[in-house]
C-alpha cells in the first residue's frame, strides 16, 4: 500500500526536501492576540520547514491557529517568540522597507476571498502592474505584457480584454485566478494559500487546484497550503502539519499520515471525513465528542485530552514533541 | 389523512418553477426574471430522505423555500400529505408549515441571541407542559435539560445547530428540511450532527429534504439524491445508483472533481468542466449544462432536454445519454477496509 502510494505521489514519501536547505523555516512561533479576556495563545510553539518546489499542508478545524500561522509567515501579525526565516534571513529582523521588499518578491499569498482581497474601484491590470513594477524594474508597457501573460498563464481567457475589467465583474472562481496571477506575477520562492478554495464550488475548485499544483511544478514555488478540507489536504499536500489548539500535534509526509496516523486526533479527524468515492457503512458515522475548545481557555496539558478517548492521567502534563523516522507526533500514547 | 395509503407520497411537487423579477421598467413592469427554479417535479415518501445536491446557484435553497410557501411559486404545486399549498387557505398553510420545518445553514444568525435558548424552542411547542417538552426537546438533542435558561452566544456552533434542531422538532413535524445544516461546522462536529438526524430519522420516522453542496454527507445520509443546474433537475435516482454509475455528464464532473481523503488516489480523477456555472440571468438555450458539457453538439442548444426514466428508478435529462460514458467516476473500486486503515 505504502509503495503504491509513494508512487502517485511523486515528490512525497522520501522526496520531501528533507536534505535540501528549507526555503522557509518556521522554529518554536508563538502569536498570542490581546483581548477583552487577557491575552490568548493563538498558536503555540509551533515548528516546521518548508522545501522548494513541496506543498506542505496546515490542517486543523476552526480556531486552531492555522490561519494566524499564515499570517505570520508575511510578518502580518505580531509574533510575540519564535523565529520565521526565509532563506536563512529572521523575518523579525527585518527593517520595513525591506519586509516589503520580501513580501510579494519572496513571499506571497492568497485567502479565501479573493472579492476582498482586490480592490474593488481599480480595474485588475492596475492592481497586477502595480504589484510587478513594486517589485520589478519594468517599464509600464512590460508590466503590462508581463501582467497579460500571467492572466493568461492561470487561465484567464481574453486577457487583454480582461485586464481593463474590475473585480465585480469576474466570478468567484475568475477572482482567484486573478489573485494566484498577482500573487505569482514576481515569481516568489513561497505561496502562502490560506483556505484558496474553500469559498469556491467543487467544479471550480478541482480547477483551482490543478492549477496551483502545474505552477507548483513550473516555476518551482514552494507552497503553505491551510485548509480545513481533508480531501484538498490529500490531492495537494507532500507533507502535513496537523493542527489542534494551537500546536501541530502530528506531521508526517502525505501518505504516511493517512496511512498511518497516530495522534488521537488525526485519527479522529481522518475518520469522521465522509467519503464521496465509498458506499456508506452500516451504523452512525465515526465523531469525536465535545467541540475544538476556545483558544484562552484550553485544557491543562494535552489539549486534546478532553475528547480523547484514551486520555491517561499523564496527559495533564504537556507531551513531549516526539521526532523520529521523519514524522512527529505530540502525544503520550508514543513516548 | 385518511385517504392516505402507504405509496401516497407525503411530499410531491409538481412542475414547481420560482422566478424572480430582477429589473422592471418604468411603468414597474418586470422586464428581466431570474429563473431560480425550472419546472421541478419530485416525489417523497414518509420515512425517505432525499439530497439536493448542486453548486452555488442552482437553485437548491429556492426550491426549498418555495416548497415551504415562502415564497409563492410561479408556477406549479406542492402537495403535501393530499393537500395542496397553493389553493390552502392561510390558516390551513400555517398549520400544514408545522409539519414541514427548517434548519439552515447559520446556527449563530438563526437564532435571537437576546432570548434564551428555551423561550426560542418553546415557540413551536404546542399544548401540554411546554416548559416539560422543551427540557425534552434539549435532551433529544443531545444538550442538558439545564440549558434552557442560557442564551445562543453561551454555545459552541455545533451545539448551536442542536438548538436550532430541536427548535425545528418542536411542532412534531413530519418533514425536516436541512439546508446546508452541516455545512458550516467542524468536520469533527459535522459527523455528531449527521449522526443526530440519523437518529431522529429512524426515532420519529421523520422525512428529510437534505440540501447541500457537499456531496460526501449526501452519498453518507440520503436514501435518494436529485442533482440540480440552474434551476432544473438534471438527475435523480437512489443514491448508490447515482454515485457508482452516474449517468448525466453534470453529474459525472460534479462527483470526480470532489477531492478523495486519500493521497495514493489523487490525479485518477481529472474530468476537469472548462469555466464557471453560467449566469441564472442568462442562461443557455435548450440543455443549460451545454456550455460546459464536453459532448455536447447543435441539437443540445435547440432542444431543452426533460427528465426521461431508466430502468433502475432513476432519471435523467440529457439528449445524448444513449452515446455516453457511464459506470464509476473512479477508476478502481477501493474496499473500505483499504481505504480506511483507522
Known amino acids: ?335 | 389523512m385518511s385517504d392516505a395509503t402507504s405509496d401516497t407520497p407525503l411530499l410531491r411537487v409538481a412542475g414547481l418553477s420560482q422566478r424572480f423579477a430582477v429589473s422592471r421598467d418604468i411603468f414597474g413592469r418586470p422586464s428581466q426574471w431570474l429563473e431560480a427554479v425550472d419546472r421541478v417535479d419530485l416525489e417523497l415518501a414518509a420515512g425517505e430522505t432525499l439530497g439536493i445536491v448542486g453548486e452555488s446557484g442552482c437553485g437548491k435553497s429556492t426550491l426549498a423555500r418555495t416548497i415551504l410557501h415562502l415564497h409563492r411559486p410561479s408556477a406549479g404545486k406542492v402537495i403535501f400529505d393530499g393537500v395542496d399549498l397553493g389553493s390552502a387557505g392561510p390558516a390551513r398553510l400555517r398549520q400544514m408549515r408545522r409539519r414541514m420545518q427548517i434548519v439552515m445553514q447559520d446556527p449563530y444568525s438563526a437564532l435571537n441571541p437576546r432570548r434564551t435558548i428555551g423561550s426560542s424552542i418553546a415557540d413551536g411547542v404546542t399544548g401540554g407542559d411546554r416548559r416539560a417538552k422543551v427540557r425534552a426537546l434539549l435532551e433529544k438533542v443531545g444538550l442538558s435539560a439545564g440549558d434552557a435558561g442560557r442564551y445562543p452566544n453561551e454555545f459552541s456552533g455545533g451545539q448551536r445547530q442542536r438548538i436550532c434542531i430541536a427548535r425545528a422538532l418542536g411542532p412534531d413535524p413530519d418533514l425536516l428540511i436541512a439546508d446546508e445544516a452541516v455545512s458550516a461546522l467542524d468536520v469533527s462536529v459535522q459527523a455528531q450532527i449527521l449522526n443526530l438526524l440519523a437518529g431522529l430519522r429512524r426515532d420519529f420516522g421523520l422525512s428529510f429534504l437534505f440540501i447541500s453542496h457537499n456531496l460526501a454527507v449526501v452519498r453518507a445520509f440520503c436514501d435518494r439524491v436529485a442533482v440540480m443546474y440552474l434551476g432544473r433537475i438534471v438527475e435523480t435516482g437512489p443514491t448508490e445508483a447515482v454515485f457508482q454509475d452516474p449517468r448525466h455528464p453534470y453529474t459525472r464532473a460534479l462527483i470526480s472533481a470532489v477531492p478523495i481523503p486519500q493521497p495514493g488516489r489523487r490525479r485518477e480523477r481529472r474530468r476537469l468542466l472548462a469555466g464557471d456555472v453560467p449566469s441564472p440571468l442568462d442562461p443557455p438555450s435548450g440543455c443549460r449544462f451545454r456550455t460546459r458539457c464536453p459532448h455536447a453538439d447543435e441539437g443540445c442548444a435547440r432542444t431543452a432536454p426533460v427528465l426521461e426514466r431508466l430502468g433502475d428508478a432513476r432519471q435523467v435529462a440529457c439528449l445524448r445519454l444513449g452515446t455516453l460514458e457511464r459506470g464509476p467516476v473512479w477508476a478502481a473500486p477501493v474496499s473500505q477496509a483499504e481505504a480506511r486503515p483507522c
Open chain 1, 1 to 335: 500500500m505504502t509503495n503504491e502510494i509513494s508512487d502517485h505521489t511523486g515528490q512525497g514519501g522520501a522526496a520531501t526536501g528533507r536534505g535540501r536547505a528549507p526555503v522557509l523555516s518556521v522554529r518554536d512561533l508563538h502569536v498570542r492576540y490581546r483581548t477583552d479576556d487577557g491575552d490568548v495563545p493563538a498558536v503555540n510553539g509551533v515548528s516546521f520547514d518548508l522545501a522548494a518546489r513541496e506543498t506542505y499542508a496546515i490542517v486543523g478545524e476552526s480556531g486552531c491557529g492555522k490561519s494566524t500561522v499564515a499570517l505570520s509567515l508575511l510578518a502580518l501579525v505580531p509574533v510575540s517568540a519564535g523565529e520565521v526565516s526565509l532563506g536563512g534571513r529572521n523575518l523579525a529582523s527585518m527593517r520595513r522597507s525591506e519586509l516589503r521588499r520580501v513580501r510579494g518578491r519572496e513571499i506571497a499569498m492568497i485567502f479565501q476571498e479573493p472579492m476582498t482581497s482586490l480592490n474593488p474601484v481599480l480595474t485588475l491590470g492596475h492592481q497586477l502592474v502595480e504589484t510587478i513594477r513594486l517589485h520589478q524594474p519594468l517599464d509600464r508597457g512590460a508590466a503590462r505584457r508581463r501582467a497579460i501573460e500571467m492572466l493568461e498563464r492561470v487561465g484567464i481567457s481574453d486577457p487583454a480584454r480582461r485586464i481593463g475589467q474590475y473585480p465585480h465583474e469576474l466570478s468567484g472562481g475568475m477572482r482567484q485566478r486573478v489573485m494566484i496571477a498577482m500573487a505569482l506575477s514576481c515569481n516568489p520562492r513561497i505561496l502562502v494559500a490560506d483556505e484558496p478554495t474553500t469559498a469556491l464550488d467543487v467544479t471550480v475548485q478541482a480547477q483551482i487546484l490543478a492549477l496551483l499544483d502545474d505552477l507548483r511544478a513550473e516555476f518551482g514555488t514552494g507552497i503553505v497550503l491551510i485548509t480545513h478540507d481533508i480531501g484538498v489536504v490529500a490531492e495537494m499536500a507532500d507533507r502535513i502539519g496537523v493542527m489542534y489548539a494551537g500546536r501541530l500535534v502530528e506531521e508526517a509526509a502525505a501518505a504516511d499520515l493517512f496511512s498511518d496516523p497516530r495522534h488521537p486526533y488525526t485519527r479522529g479527524l481522518l475518520a469522521s471525513v465522509p467519503r464521496v468515492d465509498l458506499a456508506p457503512r452500516d451504523g452512525p458515522l465515526v465523531a469525536l465528542p465535545g467541540s475544538p475548545p476556545t483558544p484562552g481557555r484550553l485544557p491543562q496539558g494535552c489539549a486534546f485530552r478532553t475528547r480523547c478517548a484514551q486520555a491517561m492521567d499523564v496527559c495533564a502534563k504537556p507531551p513531549p514533541e516526539l521526532r523520529g523516522a521523519d514524522r512527529m507526533v505530540r502525544c503520550w500514547l508514543h513516548v
